[in-house]
């Protein structure tokens, strides 16, 4: 309810059913939990909701190329087997959640060519499967972190934040007072 989607591409998305699994869109294991959202490039507008933190078995949440705005739902901390959080090329705003860094099966993070703030939570560096992280293109600040799965990410997927300052140095994070 809180997507609009002018194209219809979310009509077989029937409240009344008893589980979503014969959704477009939607993957679901054999035991009827919902695995996947593919709702990328849908043209979809409206903002994420806190319910998705519900979604215990989602390991997939595919909403880039968008028009998503809003703030990123700190409840998507909560979603443990995540593999793969693709929020790239919306309009999203606010900071990344600490909470983030719950996800200790989180391999993909792609928030880039959003309008987020704020520094990046060193939270993220504490998960150990993190491979692709890719902030550019947004309005972030402080430094970039160094440590855990930070040491092997590209710079170039940190670029295009004004008013971030480069890596951290020896581990320290060094916080702008605008930060």
């Not at 705005?69 to 901390?77: A, K, V």
């Not at 703030?117 to 992280?133: D, H, M, N, Q, Y």
């Not at 972190?145 to 590209?154: A, L």
């Amino acid at each position: 309810r809180s997507l609009r989607d002018p194209g219809g591409v979310l009509q077989s998305w029937d409240p009344t059913l008893v589980n979503p699994c014969t959704w477009f869109h939607v993957t679901c294991d054999r035991d009827n939990r919902v695995t996947r959202l593919d709702l990328g490039n849908l043209n979809l507008s409206g903002h994420l909701v806190p319910e998705l933190g519900k979604l215990d078995h989602l390991q997939y949440l595919e909403l880039y190329k968008n028009n998503i705005q809003g703030t990123i739902p700190s409840e998507l901390g909560n979603l443990k087997n995540l593999i793969s959080l693709d929020l790239y090329k919306n309009n999203i705003s606010g900071t990344i959640p600490p909470t983030l860094g719950k996800l200790t099966s989180l391999v993909f993070l792609r928030l880039n060519g959003n309008r987020l703030t704020g520094p990046i939570p060193r939270e993220l560096a504490g998960i150990s499967s993190l491979k692709v992280v890719d902030v550019s293109s947004n309005d972030l600040c402080g430094t970039i972190p160094t440590s855990g799965p930070f040491e092997h990410i590209p710079l170039s997927n940190f670029e295009k934040n004004p008013r971030l300052e480069g890596p951290e140095l020896q581990g320290l994070a060094v916080y702008d007072t605008n930060c």
